[in-house]
């Protein structure tokens, strides 16, 4: 498909263990995002990709959580030793550019589930 | 603070009748102020957008309005109806990257 793609869209996994969540950007857009949504609230930025450049990392909770792109293709969200407290929706998003301007499109989210 | 802050956080209203949300932003250098619908359990959508070279927007019962010298935005939907029923975010970039208003929930009672 034409949008943005991400797996798992649905994961149960117990306290302490690591989860990784993938996302495939739309073709050609050189920005990519991840942000999370707990139930019921707001997008809390994590990360976010441009082109080749160093990701901003300042929205990554706390050092459990990491993140890779390699060049304009996919991302994986890695959150290691999960908490209860992880558990939400992961929205990956990307646009053309960086967002200055460009419409963000969002995924349809990996809901983490953590017991 | 460099927060894009959002205002109601609830909204309900009468089928028919307006709803307005409004938001501030700090970031002076900002110009691209999109809007985004979610919908229970779905994934936000872009609704309408709005460039800092215009001051009003319209796409048929939406409307976003723009206030550059106050630094506050709004989205206005007219004649309201049941299907407006969601959760609606306002954005505005800082820096290189876009950051999202805490969200309305607006209700529309048939």
């Known amino acids: 498909g034409a949008g943005v793609s991400q797996s798992p869209s649905n994961k149960v996994t117990e306290k302490g263990k690591d989860v990784e969540l993938r996302c495939d950007p739309i073709?050609?857009?050189?920005?990519l995002y991840w942000y999370r949504q707990r139930l019921g609230q707001g997008l809390e930025f994590l990360i976010y990709?441009?082109?080749?450049?160093?990701?901003?990392k300042s929205g990554l909770p706390s050092d459990r959580f990491s993140a890779e792109r390699t060049g304009e293709s996919v991302s994986t969200l890695t959150i290691q030793r999960t908490q209860q407290e992880d558990s939400a929706v992961y929205l990956c998003?990307?646009?053309?550019?960086?967002?200055?301007?460009?419409?963000?499109?969002f995924g349809e989210g990996s809901w983490l589930t953590v017991v | 603070g460099e927060n894009v802050e959002q205002h109601p956080s609830t909204l309900s209203v009468q089928e028919g009748d307006s709803a307005v949300i409004k938001c501030t932003y700090s970031?002076?250098?900002?110009?691209?102020f999109p809007w985004y619908k979610q919908e229970l359990g779905k994934r936000p959508q872009l609704i309408i957008d709005?460039?800092?070279?215009?001051g009003e927007k319209k796409d048929q019962r939406i409307a976003v309005t723009l206030n550059k010298t106050a630094k506050h935005f709004s989205l206005h939907i007219t004649e309201t109806q049941p299907e407006d029923s969601a959760v609606y975010f306002c954005?505005?970039?800082?820096?290189?990257?876009?950051?999202f208003g805490a969200g309305t929930r607006l209700f529309v009672k048939a």
């Open positions: 990709f441009q082109g080749n450049s160093a990701p901003d």
């Open positions: 998003a990307s646009s053309l550019g960086h967002s200055g301007g460009n419409t963000i499109y």
């Open positions: 709005i460039r800092s070279n215009v």
């Open positions: 954005a505005a970039p800082r820096g290189f990257k876009t950051i």
């Open positions: 073709s050609g857009h050189t920005a």
């Open positions: 970031d002076s250098a900002s110009n691209y």
